[in-house]
């Protein structure tokens, strides 16, 4: 049985309110086992051994139960330490640390092409179907970076979690 964690993005922000409770009711109503929610933010750990179309199944599910255009990124349980020990970046209690999943990687490539960034300010390296990046507490919504991720075009394809959430995903 395989063990995932599935990244919701935009969970109790902009008017879209999900219970964790109703959350992980969903997931074990699909049938996966072991069914586990951290933090309210749309982070679902699970085991399954239905694989094929499993993003789809559960995005259609999260659109017909809770009414949005819901969309995850799956990321295998045991891969998930590994990206978090990767993280290139020296940790300091004055920076927030955050790795950007993307469901497709030419998604990730773009949101490096042509980026202008300021070391001083915020830090970013590409990994491996990531992009980590490290900046100042208080402006992980208006840095050059923030603003190039938070852009409508990669709605669909990434979401960002804090080292500190991944952690409890482990």
């Known amino acids: ?14 008017g ?10 969903l997931f074990r109503g699909l049938g996966f086992q072991d069914v586990r929610t951290v933090l309210a933010s749309g982070n679902v750990v699970f085991s399954t051994d239905d694989t094929p179309s499993l993003k789809a199944a559960i995005e259609q599910a999260l659109r017909d139960r809770f009414g ?18 990767a ?5 300091s209690d004055d920076r927030h640390d955050y790795v950007v999943f993307g469901s497709d990687d030419t998604a990730l490539d773009d949101l490096l092409t042509d980026l202008d ?12 179907g990531v992009v ?3 900046c100042p507490k208080g402006s992980s919504t208006d840095t050059v970076f923030a603003k190039r991720a938070g852009a ?19």
């Open 16 to 25: 879209i309110t999900i219970k964790s409770a109703d959350l992980a009711a």
């Open 87 to 91: 993280f290139p970046f020296d940790r």
């Open 1 to 14: 049985m395989a063990r995932w964690v599935a990244l919701l993005r935009g969970v109790n922000v902009n």
């Open 117 to 128: 960034l300021d070391d001083a300010v915020e830090r970013v390296a590409r990994g491996d």
């Open 68 to 85: 949005y255009d819901a969309w995850i990124v799956l990321v295998p349980h045991d891969g998930l330490a590994a990206l978090v020990d």
């Open 152 to 170: 409508a075009r990669f709605k669909r394809t990434t979401t960002t979690r804090n080292t500190n959430t991944l952690r409890k995903l482990l």
């Open 132 to 134: 980590y990046w490290s």
